[in-house]
């Protein structure tokens, strides 16, 4: 009992000490003045390593984009530049126990109990499709540091061919490049792709599987970005800082394509559509853009305690689903996360972002956004309301070795024609054993996704700055539209070297 009121006294101790950050009055005379003082505040310096690379020392997710160590690079003769050159070979050794959960872990297409696909567990892969490049340089320019950033991986999709029935699997000894983000940063601005502004990449949690946990907001999109950061807060105390941004759009979206089972194979089906207005992957997309997305995020943070964050998003959707038709409407998401530092071993963070037309900036509600009605004697349109929430707890057990204990879900409000469609059919396969296919009935709007839950535990030895190795468990629930459920389980082994 004891024990129990010690760690509720330094929670809320933590709690207020954070506040009384948010709530202090800047100094305004000078930027030379002393720093604010925060005399309540009693909480026990952390530990050196937990500082090194900012609040989570070990993933290479840092709080400005990427930080560039000049001291790993080379100077390039007869110029102010320097070169740095980085990256992470990574092995991964997974085991599905149950239900076939794809490469990488992709909890919205987790296949429902009752089908054929279901039944492909018990898989062993081994994969080194995460490990990742880097180069980076830094200039000494008259208008200040000049900061580029180059990062690819080896995750792409492995097809060569079209996108549909005539896709060919590459073997997974060739495996293709894809690009991470690119970037150039001077004087607050930047310009290029990294992560969306309207992502907090360190209150989502250290996962060993590439995608992390459902309900993080973690895409990476081509963008405009200012970002201004408080010349009054001495960066040994705490920093904030305000980001703006202009981010490429799409307005993804599911269509209703009729009421009227329509046979394939002899199962009836009523048909929906999941699109983007991306021509590379759906030609038939309907989606336009005439806008950018617009971001925004205010963070907050004392060293030592932790950090909150704010954020906003707004959306301009259009979709042209015929050749009359033009559905206009708009989407606005909202975001707070935070991670606070509980004791010198522990902490806890907590993510939540939600909103109407929110859509893929959910990373598991992908095409999302609006759902649209095509039957001929409706033609409407619905703007849905879609959450993610990722609540956990960090515990260090020695310097070198970690946990991390996540909860994820992602949720969506399906539009009232879509759930109505959907009534009845319960009972609808998902696979169809007459054309001896696995998922050809997927595109039923009985499977379109309500809800994915995802709970990750795991084990993460460091032995030097370099080499990490972990293991972890990953248990996801997917429930579409129809009440089917699938479930997948997932123990993956990782060796990480950095460099």
């Known amino acids: ?15 207020l000490c954070l506040g009384s950050l948010l709530s202090s009055p800047l100094l305004a ?8 003082t925060f005399p309540e505040c009693k909480i026990t310096p952390q530990p050196e390593h937990i500082w090194e690379r900012g609040n989570n020392p070990w993933d290479n997710v840092p709080k400005d984009n990427h930080r560039i160590d000049i001291a790993r690079g080379w100077k390039i003769p007869n110029s102010n530049t320097w070169l740095v050159v980085g990256g992470m070979a990574k092995l991964d050794v997974y085991h599905d126990r149950e239900a076939s959960s794809a490469d990488p872990f992709e909890a919205p297409y987790i296949p429902p109990k009752t089908s054929i696909a279901s039944r492909m567990n018990n898989n062993t ?223 806890i963070f907590f993510n939540y972002s939600g909103g109407n037309g929110i859509g893929h900036y959910i990373f598991d509600l992908p095409a999302q956004s609006i759902a649209y009605n095509a039957t001929p004697t409706a033609k409407t349109h619905s703007v849905q309301f879609g959450q993610g929430i990722i609540l956990g707890f960090e ?10 204990v996540i909860a994820g879900l992602s949720q969506v409000n399906n539009a009232r024609f879509l759930r109505v469609a959907a009534r009845g059919r319960q009972n609808v396969p998902y696979d169809n054993d007459r054309l001896d296919a696995i998922g050809v009935n997927q595109s039923d709007v009985a499977f379109v996704n309500h809800r994915i839950q995802h709970g990750i535990i795991n084990l993460l030895y460091k032995p030097t700055a370099e080499l990490e190795m972990g293991v972890e468990y990953n248990h996801a629930r997917r429930t579409t539209l129809n009440g089917q459920h699938g479930i997948a389980k997932r123990i993956q082994l990782s060796f990480i070297y950095r460099f």
């Open 395 to 404: 515990h260090y057990w020695t310097e070198h070795l970690r946990t991390n």
């Open 125 to 347: 892969k081994l994969l080194v499709r995460q490990s990742n490049f880097n180069i980076a340089t830094i200039s000494e320019t008259r208008i200040g540091e000049l900061k580029n950033f180059l990062e690819v991986d080896f995750a792409a999709n492995n097809y060569f061919g079209n996108f549909a029935a005539n896709r060919q699997y590459i073997s997974l000894n060739s495996i293709s490049l894809r690009l991470r983000e690119i970037y150039a940063e001077i004087n607050g601005f930047l310009f290029g792709q990294t992560a969306t502004t309207f992502s907090d990449r360190e209150a989502n949690g250290y996962t060993l599987i590439h995608n992390g946990p459902s309900g993080n907001s973690q895409l990476r999109l081509p963008m405009v970005r200012y970002t201004w950061y408080n010349p009054f807060l001495v960066p040994e105390n705490g920093s904030s800082r305000i980001m703006v941004a202009a981010e490429a759009a799409t307005t993804d979206y599911t269509q209703l394509d009729s009421t009227t089972p329509v046979s394939i194979g002899g199962i009836s089906i009523i048909q929906t559509s999941q699109l983007e207005n991306d021509i590379r992957i759906l030609p038939k997309s309907r989606g336009v853009s005439p806008l950018p997305n617009f971001t925004a995020q205010a963070r907050f943070e004392k060293k030592g305690l932790g950090h909150v964050a704010f954020r906003a998003l707004a959306r301009y959707l259009e979709i042209r689903p015929d050749k009359v038709t033009t559905v206009k409407d708009f989407g606005w998401g909202l975001g707070f996360s935070t991670r606070l530092f509980v004791t010198n071993y522990d902490s």
């Open 1 to 15: 009992m004891a024990k129990t009121a010690t760690h509720l006294i330094k929670t809320t101790m933590a709690i």
């Open 29 to 36: 005379d000078a930027p030379t003045a002393s720093p604010p």
